[in-house]
């Protein structure tokens, strides 16, 4: 065995050593866990509104880069495939007509409210952050140890079915000088967001203060830095609080799930 295949090998075993310890009870960010590993937002929904859904993402793919779908009724996907969806996510959102209404760390007891629930694995900008750190650049979030700042922004998605919400954006503070190198790393990578959606001039999203992030916590912006903002996956949870969808379980924003798939697999 070479050392690219040892090193892979390591990788999906820590990968896995993470779900297992947010099946545990865990809960924590999950950003810089299992480097080199491709990590994914979570939305669940009754088959009924899956449609919806569906062309919600296809509409809005910038925001929403679907990875997996998976079959309704079941808990599984072909990203990790001894994984469990309902317990292997650091935290876990209920929804109910629109309403958040609890997070646990365990969502077997609300997915079982539904015999025809179907996840949609949304792909997730920390799984560019090792190419970042590779480079050099550093990630703000993962170098202070707090979850990545997510803003809501005056930017409409494309409305589908009964769906409609804004773009929810995640952020990053880059040293100017860095930031069109920044852009070429992550547009690499087009299923988990890719290219910024925006660089300065946060109140053009509509975000009047960088210090109260609408999820995740506020980071520390250095002198000649840059907030950059990228398409986030948190922008499902967006469209079910606006549409006032009757069932839903997500992700707790910045406790994403951990594949098996290596990150170099959607680069481009």
């Not at 993962?142 to 803003?151: G, K, L, R």
């Not at 547009?187 to 001039?201: F, K, L, N």
């Not at 203060?209 to 948190?234: N, Q």
Request: net charge negative; proline share 8%; charged share 20%.
């Amino acid at each position: 065995m070479n050392a690219l295949d040892r090193a892979r090998q390591a990788a999906i075993a820590a990968a896995r050593e993470a779900r297992e310890t947010y099946r545990g009870g865990l809960v924590a960010p999950t950003a810089g866990i299992a480097p080199g590993m491709t990590q994914a937002n979570l939305i669940a929904l009754p088959r009924e509104w899956a449609y919806d859904f569906l062309l919600y993402a296809q509409r809005n793919p910038k925001a929403c880069p679907i990875l997996d779908v998976s079959d309704a009724g079941s808990p599984r996907t072909i990203l990790a495939e001894d994984a469990d969806l309902r317990t292997d996510f650091p935290l876990y959102r209920i929804w109910r007509d629109g309403k958040l209404v609890e997070e646990v760390s365990d969502a077997r007891q609300a997915w079982a409210e539904h015999d025809d629930m179907v996840a949609f694995l949304i792909g997730c900008s920390f799984t560019f952050e090792t190419a970042l750190q590779e480079a050099g650049i550093e990630v703000r979030h993962i170098a202070d140890n707090t979850n990545v700042p997510m803003y809501r922004t005056n930017r409409a998605c494309r409305p589908a079915g009964r769906l409609q919400g804004e773009m929810v954006v995640s952020m990053r503070p880059i040293p100017a000088s860095r930031v069109a190198e920044a852009s070429g790393i992550t547009g690499r990578y087009p299923s988990v967001h890719g290219a910024p959606v925006h660089i300065g001039e946060p109140e053009l999203l509509g975000i009047q203060d960088l210090s109260r992030p609408d999820f995740g916590d506020a980071v520390r912006i250095e002198p000649g830095e840059v907030p950059v903002f990228w398409a986030c996956g948190v922008t499902p949870q967006a469209a079910v609080a606006a549409s006032g969808v009757p069932f839903a379980i997500t992700h707790a924003p910045g406790h994403m799930f951990i594949t098996d798939v290596p990150d170099s697999t959607y680069h481009v």
